[in-house]
């Protein structure tokens, strides 16, 4: 951290409250912080290109390394030239390391400090990843940012099993810090970052922090092992007593998390970048997101609505189909209006955070953040 | 005929032995023809956007009365603007009448000269459609050309029922003409052509085509009832008589022809327009058009393939994609392969036809024709 101009280094440009706005330099372009990252999993935004993801605003996009090195394979994307030509995004792309789909979608036979034995969810083969394996995927696969292989415990985990974790991932963290010093003497450049582990006990927090950055001077910080089923406030809480202790000058990227509340909840506790399934999948689900809250695209009600899902929106789909058309797409089944509001989701979360983004520079976040959720929380009742 | 300022005039601009480049204009733009209309079906092209659809360089697409009718019904499209607003395509689009899916999609109770009463496809309801009630459909669709209701036999129907098929036909042709004059007056500018029946019975297609011709001065004929399971060379020998009686300056639409010999062939012959679902749908199964035959995207060859999926194709899809990028998007299941190969397809043929086009108006079309089909059947031996 320090210098301004290294790859993954975060610049706060504006702090209102603990909110803050700022500029984090990656190698493939600048991302403007609060940012949303629309997630591809597997090397693609579910039913979206790469020029709509472009045009919608988004700075970067999530790919999972887990999913890669499974299929199509880490070694294939790296002999076709890396993930960003892969899949045709030029702009910066962070890999999640797969810590979090290891645990909660392979059938895993055996997990000990030396790595994780598991089944792939796909077709049932035998993997054992190992912290330096995973350094070997991402940067084989070249993303700008790559998150350290960590334990990811489930939400309502006990004290012991946290701690348990927070070991794990530590030691894991050092083997990452090491392999991957070996292997970026001659990939591309790009920016490791530790996931800080510790459930909703910010004791276990703080030490997962405080172990964490013994290894080394971090650009930034992943808080791992949040919204994953635990109650809301306790997320809430460990976030505040959390945000104290990291510090100013580093990203802090705050995993899984995109519904709107959470999404304002976070940046006023001060974290900077987000990823979340949420507005894709609710998107091919049929429900839009509205600033008065989500909507079931096949109401009875749109049947005959001439307008846009959502008046003075700047989207592709509110600039070309009426609500009434994009009914159509969803009772008939027809795939357009996957992606239609697939990109009218993105745009809202990317343009939630454009906003978030204004309001803290001129110094008006809370009272922009309590208006734009007592619009939201209007839906609940009017519709 | 004989205007070629009227909506639906078509100009024969060069005739290269009996295939014919032409311009077609319509109240929303002129066709270029040889052309192929990609299908909307429902009021969309099956995951496939507008622009895109501009940008492969389709000039009119079709929708189908039948499907709108039912859902989401044409009174709801007319109040919303009528189709071209409803699905953001501001080209011209023909709208099929629905005979063929009438009797190949729904569940008929009674075929009366009256009409037909069916159950819907959708959800079982029920229904009667006359001659009177498709023109009312197609007017309130607002497509630029509307196609006449026909009774369309199964492809290897004994000579009697053709004979039954061209009589209804003509009969509902007069009750569409006289409907559609009705209508006409208040509605926007639209062109109505008649459907030819009569099978492979040439005779049959004489007389439908003289008995149509009867009712007025048409701006061309659609030509139903081939391509639905009777064998090719008798589709061939139909369509080759035929022409030598078809007005050389009306144009003439060759319904459900998709598949390149068959384009081919059929503008050998002398046909201009043509539509098919065979790209979208191949597409989204997977199969890729390529120069050299149709390819299966999951081919174990692409894996690691890094060309697009025809070099020097200046489609969308081959500008940004690897074969094997496409390849890990069919198997993982991913929508944007279904986008790529359906817009691949649509730009080949589309591209398909603009090179017959070239090669008609430089008087080598036979030539080029030989060469082209020679490369397209190695794919069977070579891949």
């Known amino acids: ?100 789909q290891v645990f909660s979608l392979a059938r895993i036979n055996e997990v000990t400090d030396e790595g994780v034995r598991f089944q792939s969810h796909i077709d049932g083969s035998s993997h054992f990843i190992t912290p330096e394996l995973v350094m070997e995927i991402e940067t084989a696969l070249g993303a700008d940012v790559i998150m350290a292989f960590d334990e990811c415990p489930p939400g ?46 910010l004791d276990l927090r703080s030490q997962s ?33 959390l945000a104290g202790e990291l510090p100013v000058d580093g990203v802090r990227y705050l995993m899984g998390v995109g519904y709107p509340p959470d999404l304002l909840e976070a940046v006023r506790l001060g974290y900077d970048v987000f990823d979340c399934v949420a507005p894709t999948r609710n998107g091919r689900n049929g429900t839009a997101f509205t600033a008065s809250g989500p909507v079931n695209v096949k109401l009875a009600a749109w049947r005959d609505d001439a307008s846009p899902i959502e008046p003075g929106c700047g989207c592709w789909a509110c600039g070309r189909f009426t609500r009434a058309y994009l009914r159509h797409l969803f009772m008939a089944g027809e795939l357009l209006g996957l992606r239609a509001l697939s990109i009218h989701n993105l745009y809202f979360l990317t343009d939630l955070m454009r906003g978030a983004r204004s309001a803290i520079r001129s110094g008006r976040f809370e009272a922009w953040a309590e208006g734009w959720l007592a619009r939201y929380g209007l839906s609940e009742e009017t519709r």
């Open 209 to 241: 922090l405080a172990r964490a950055r013994t290894v080394r001077d971090w650009a930034g910080f992943g808080i791992g092992g949040l919204s994953v089923g635990e109650p809301r406030e306790r997320t809430y809480a460990t976030l505040e007593g």
């Open 1 to 100: 951290m320090g210098d301004a101009d290294a790859p993954g280094a975060f610049t706060l440009e504006a702090q209102d409250g603990a909110a803050r706005a700022g500029r984090w330099r990656l190698p493939h372009g600048v991302v403007h912080t609060p940012a949303f990252m629309p997630v591809g999993t597997r090397g693609t935004v579910k039913a979206v290109a790469g020029y709509e993801l472009e045009a919608l605003g988004a700075e970067i996009v999530l790919a999972n390394a887990y999913h890669l090195y499974l299929r199509p394979g880490h070694e294939l994307i790296r002999r076709l030239g890396g993930l960003h030509r892969f899949m045709d995004w030029q702009r910066p792309i962070l890999t999640d390391s797969g810590g979090y």
């Open 156 to 201: 309502r985990a006990d004290r012991e099993i946290s701690a348990r974790a927070v070991e794990r991932t530590q030691r894991w963290l050092e083997r990452c810090a090491a392999r991957f010093d070996e292997l970026a003497a001659e990939g591309p450049a790009q920016v490791l970052l530790p996931v800080i582990q510790g459930g909703t006990d």
